[in-house]
Structure formats: structure tokens, C-alpha cells
């Protein structure tokens, strides 16, 4: 049986915390993560607050898996009211510091109110400090995290850290960990720095003990065998997420000139497998992790590798979307937004809207202050960056409102340019090659996002392969032997997925791990580590029912906040065929989608014409409270 969970009430306007213990079975129906976070949102959050006002909460949560020592575990989920989007807030990150977080013995952390002056918050178990940190407001965040460990006289904690951009409420403001490892998405370092408040810092404690740590073995013991056996996972360890750039630019699907083509010239340049060979220094993990995903890249006298190195999306934006093949360039991006903690997907694709807009003569040199913002010249990239992360008046402050808002300021027609859901930004994965992704960039809740659903390729496996096995204990499922492809198999595919990646996020579990496409866990599996770690005797038609209760909880909070069907649509770009490259004239049509789109929502149990879930599906789900 799950325990209790335990919260940590931190209230900044008035400096002062308590501890809240929250009934196991409630635990059980929001099993930590953003299903947790959402409870304690929904349950005391009026609706129509202004997501930088002291009114919002920032919401730090694990789960009951956090911390025990397998792989992919260890993730934390950052749950609040997006500046981005205006939509529920949601953004994951892995490294230590959630498996700490759980050590010091809290599932979740509320930070209500607002400092009057710059704080930092430190926790050593029963011990929490809220300290004064207006000595480095201001400063970068891998600056930051080495005063306040030799203020702390401790080199054994581990932080979440905003840099400027979210000091500056820049809205897509990043929460930095490990100084590359990101709570990126949605505007949380915003919130955070509408709080005044500077750094999470934990005290690093010993690994967490399964209840039934004997049958865990069974699940640890043959790590080293699984990854072997696993190609996919092979690679990831190999080249990172990089490798995937490898795949699509061949496939010629790689987003490239913000979505206008799916090739770009000389995009070998900068593959997972070009990175390997030049300028990886090693490979970085996570706290118990086999895999090693994490890149290390240095390039003397311009890339330290003390801020890792550039992911598959970060290769994307400030590559192909912005038609820049210079390695450096894009290196030297992804470090600059991790020292003022930006999220690169935001970023660079906020940037490649600007280079459209500035190539078609809206954005001119007195826009730019001065900055020649054309396709392929990555060397504006730095000052570009500065510039957004301080809101510095002009071409700075326009785009940190990210490319939405900035459009609407802009005008003549640079709205056309915005490839963006519900306000956030596209990340580098087509719908051309993976209709199923056109129906979740669209509904999902917080924005596009392409960690919210399996991908096509894996209704495109082998009968006897792992992903199609594998999926298959989801629900049942269609072939489909071609990209392009969209309809109500598609729509089915896509909410099944969802609802086990929102399990994902409730559980605190990574995808490379625990997740469909990548196998080195499998549902069976799952069951048996919630079992073994927690205690926890479930079945995967319970979880998938947390996962679904999650993505209905976001729902519903959007609905309060005027969202609904009229807001699940995608850029008209997204309806236009490959013009060239391996896949030319492949693409998915409008009237397809709206198909899927009312499939999506018979499946859902969500009214086709408001976007809204049913009363039967609030009170299936136990919703009825919200």
C-alpha cells in the first residue's frame, strides 16, 4: 500500500513553511509528478490569475518511485499557470536533484506568495532556510550554484537554479539544474522569477530503500544485457538524442527554415554522429541511470563543457529552423541559453520566426538593432540570446515574449510565421512524417510538446518487434506502412499513447527508459517496480487511468481559463506537402485532421464541439470535485 505523501508549504510572502501530509489514497488517484502537481493546483487556485502574479503557485513534485537506484527514474515536474500559454504549466527535468528531493523525505514542494527581496531556498531533511540571495541576483546560474555552495561551506547538495531570463520573466524562461539539465518548457523560471525567488538547494542524501529490495534485484541485476539488446538504446548511449537527427535529415523530415522544408544543405554537419566523432568529451547520466544519454561537448576558447552540450531539439531549433549549419554556432547557443536558463526550443524557434520575418522585410536593421537575422547566419545568435534574456528594449524584449506574442506586436502579417500551439513553440518533429503528432500538438494541454505521445514509426515496426508488442498491450492498433498517413486509428494511437506518457509524468519516469518506443523497461515491468519500491500492487488499466485522470485535469483546468476546441489548431503550415527532399509531396490534409480531431475526442469522452470533457468522463475519472 502507497504511503502518505508528504508537502512542504512554502510561503515567500510571509518567509515561513509548514508540512501537510496527504492521504495515501489520495496519493494513489494523483501518484505524484504533474498529476500530483495538478491536485494541489486545482484544489485551492482561483481561476483568471495572472501566472506572474504572488497569486500563482510554483509546484515541485516527485513521485513514489523517485530515488530508488534503476534507471530512469529520477525526474521532477514543475506544475503552475503558464506566462507562456495561459494554460495549465507543466515541464519535467531528470538529473539528482529529484532523487534528493525525494531523500530528504518531501513528494512535493509549494512556493505560494513572493519574496520581497531575492531568496533561495535550503533543505537538509527537517531543516528549511530561506535565505537571502539578492548577492547573486543577476548572476548567471552556473555562477550562481558556485557561491551558494561555498556560502553553504557544501560542495553535497543539488539545486534547481533561473539565470537572468527568468529574473527578467522572460517568458519562456527555463529552471536550470546541474547547469544542463532543464525545466524548460512553458515559462517556469518566469514564475519562478516572479517569486523572487533564486534557487531550490537540497542536501544530497542516501539512496532511497525499496520496500521489497530482494525482488527489486530482478529488475537491476541485467541492466548491462537489456541496453545490449536494445539498438535503439545502443545509439542514445552512442550519440544522445542527437542521434535522431540522423534518422529524419535522411528521411527529409528535419524542420528546417522554420518549417518551410524538411531539408536544409549540409545538415551533416550537425547529426548526432558528426558530434561523436568531433567534439564530444564524454558522456554525462543521471542519478542511477545506465544509459548515459547526456552529451559533454567542448570547443576550446568558445564551448566549456561545464554546460553540457546540445540535445536533439537544440539541434533542430538553432540548426535546421534557423537553415544554420555551423556546429559551433549552435554549441555556443545551447550553452549561453543554459547560463541564463532559456529554453532552446522556445529560443531558437522564436529566433527562426524573426529570420522569417526580417528575409520577407518585416523585421528591418532598425527592428534588429542591427543584427542581420537571415537564415543561415548563426553568428546572431549569441547577441541575440543577451539581448532576450536581459528584455533588452528593442528586438531583445519583442522576442522574450516568445513568437505568438510577438507577432501580435509586430503585425504585417508576421502571424503567418508563428509555428506554435496554444502559444508555445513547435518542437523539431513533423507532421508530415508523424500525423499522430498533429493531433496531440493540438490538444495537448499545455502546448506542443513531443513527449506527450508515442510517434508513428512504432505502428510501422514488425509484428514481432518490442514497439509493436509493446503498444499493442496499450490497445489494439492498425498497421500503417507509410508517413502521412492520418485517421481514426491515428486518433486512437495517439490518446492511448498520451494517457501511459502522462503516466510517465505522474510517475516521474523517463521515457528513454520506461517508455514504449524505447523498451529497456516494459509495463510488466513497471508494475513490478511499483510493487518492489512502493509497495504498490497495481495493474496497467489503474495507471493508465491516473495517466488519463492527469491529461482531464489539465483539461479542466484550461476550460476555466477559456480554452477549449476552438483553441486545439495548428499552424496552416503544418498542412502543407514536403516540397522536396527523400519525401516530397507526402503532408496530411486539413480535412483529415478535423476528422481525427473528432475521433481524438469519441475516444477521449470530450464533447466534439467545445472541446470539453463529458460529465460522464469527469465523473468515470472522480473529477466531479474540480
Known amino acids: 500500500m502507497l504511503k502518505e505523501a508528504k508537502i512542504l508549504n512554502i510561503d515567500l510572502t ?45 509546484i515541485f513534485s516527485v513521485s513514489p518511485l523517485t530515488g530508488i537506484p534503476i534507471s530512469g527514474q529520477s525526474r521532477m515536474c514543475v506544475t503552475t499557470k503558464s506566462p507562456l500559454t495561459g494554460t495549465a504549466g507543466d515541464s519535467q527535468v531528470g538529473g539528482f536533484i529529484p532523487a534528493h528531493l525525494k531523500g530528504n523525505g518531501y513528494d512535493s514542494l ?52 533561473i539565470g537572468p531570463a527568468g529574473e527578467n520573466m522572460v517568458s519562456f524562461a527555463a529552471i536550470m539544474h546541474m547547469k544542463n539539465r532543464a525545466n524548460g518548457r512553458n515559462g517556469v523560471g518566469a514564475v519562478m522569477g516572479s517569486k523572487n525567488l533564486k534557487a531550490l538547494v537540497v542536501k544530497k542524501q542516501p539512496p532511497c530503500k525499496a520496500v ?172 541575440l540570446i ?17 513568437s505568438a506574442k510577438a507577432a501580435l506586436q509586430i503585425g504585417k502579417g508576421a502571424e503567418e510565421f508563428v509555428m506554435a500551439c496554444k502559444g508555445q513553440e513547435i518542437p523539431a518533429h513533423m507532421v508530415q512524417m508523424k500525423p499522430n503528432l498533429a ?10 510538446d513531443h513527449q506527450s505521445s508515442e510517434h508513428d514509426p512504432a505502428l510501422m515496426a514488425a509484428d514481432d518487434s518490442n514497439d509493436w508488442i509493446w503498444i499493442n498491450q ?23 499513447t498520451q494517457k501511459f506518457y502522462s503516466l510517465m509524468d505522474s510517475l516521474c519516469l523517463c521515457q528513454f527508459a520506461w517508455g514504449p518506443a524505447w523498451q529497456l523497461y516494459g509495463p510488466s515491468d513497471l508494475l513490478k517496480f511499483c510493487k518492489y519500491a512502493a509497495g504498490w500492487d497495481t495493474t496497467l488499466e489503474e495507471l493508465m487511468e491516473a495517466g488519463e485522470r492527469r491529461i482531464n485535469m489539465m483539461r479542466l483546468f484550461n476550460v476555466r481559463e477559456g480554452f477549449g476546441r476552438a483553441q486545439d489548431i495548428l499552424p496552416e503550415r503544418m498542412f502543407i506537402k514536403m516540397p522536396d527532399g527523400p519525401n516530397a509531396g507526402v503532408g496530411i490534409e486539413k480535412e483529415e485532421f478535423e476528422k481525427a480531431l473528432d475521433a481524438y475526442y469519441d475516444f477521449a469522452g ?21
Not at 491536485?39 to 501566472?51: N, S, T, W
Not at 531568496?119 to 535565505?131: A, N, T
Not at 493531433?439 to 506542443?448: E, I, Q
Not at 489494439?476 to 481514426?488: I, M, Q, S
Open 606 to 626: 470530450w464533447d466534439k464541439v467545445t472541446g470539453i470533457p463529458t460529465k460522464e468522463t469527469v465523473s468515470r475519472l472522480g473529477l466531479d470535485w474540480i
Open 474 to 496: 496499450l490497445e489494439k492498433f492498425e498497421k500503417c506502412d507509410a508517413y502521412g498517413v492520418l485517421n481514426a486509428n491515428k486518433a486512437k494511437f495517439a490518446l492511448a
Open 14 to 58: 510571509k518567509q515561513t513553511y509548514d508540512i501537510e501530509m496527504l492521504p495515501a489514497e489520495i496519493y494513489r488517484k494523483y501518484p505524484g509528478g504533474s498529476a500530483l502537481g495538478m491536485y494541489l493546483m486545482l484544489r485551492e487556485m482561483k481561476p483568471g490569475v495572472d501566472p506572474l502574479s504572488k497569486e500563482n503557485m510554483l
Open 110 to 161: 509549494i512556493f505560494r506568495g513572493r519574496s520581497e527581496k531575492p531568496v533561495y531556498v535550503y533543505i537538509d531533511k527537517d531543516m528549511v532556510e530561506i535565505k537571502d540571495a539578492e548577492n547573486i541576483w543577476g548572476m548567471t546560474t552556473g555562477d550562481a550554484e558556485a557561491v551558494i555552495a561555498t556560502e553553504l561551506g557544501e560542495t553535497k547538495t543539488e539545486s534547481s537554479i
Open 439 to 448: 493531433v496531440n500538438y493540438a490538444v495537448n494541454n499545455f502546448g506542443a
Open 212 to 383: 521489497d529490495p530482494i525482488s527489486m534485484k530482478e529488475l537491476t541485476l541485467n541492466v548491462k544485457e537489456r541496453i545490449a539488446e536494445n539498438a535503439v538504446i545502443v545509439d542514445t548511449h552512442v550519440n544522445g538524442t542527437a542521434g535522431v537527427l540522423d534518422f529524419h535529415i535522411g528521411e527529409g523530415f528535419m524542420p528546417s527554415y522554420n518549417w518551410t522544408r524538411g531539408t536544409m544543405e549540409n545538415a551533416d554537419n550537425i547529426t548526432g554522429a558528426t558530434i561523436t566523432r568531433t567534439i564530444l568529451k564524454e558522456r554525462d547520466t543521471c542519478f542511477a541511470c545506465a544509459i548515459r544519454c547526456k552529451p559533454v561537448v567542448e570547443i576550446e576558447g568558445r564551448v566549456s563543457g561545464e554546460y553540457g552540450g546540445p540535445e536533439y531539439e537544440t539541434l533542430g531549433t538553432f540548426g535546421t529552423y534557423c537553415g544554420n549549419s555551423d556546429l559551433e554556432d549552435i554549441c555556443a547557443a545551447n550553452q549561453l541559453c543554459n547560463k541564463y536558463g532559456l529554453d532552446t526550443i522556445s529560443c531558437g524557434a522564436t529566433i527562426a520566426f524573426a529570420m522569417e520575418c526580417f528575409e520577407k522585410g518585416i523585421l528591418t536593421l532598425a527592428d534588429t538593432d542591427g543584427l542581420e537575422l537571415k537564415f543561415g547566419n548563426g553568428k546572431v545568435f549569441e547577441p
Open 386 to 402: 543577451d539581448k532576450i534574456a536581459n528584455k533588452t528594449p528593442g528586438i531583445g524584449a519583442l522576442l522574450a515574449l516568445g
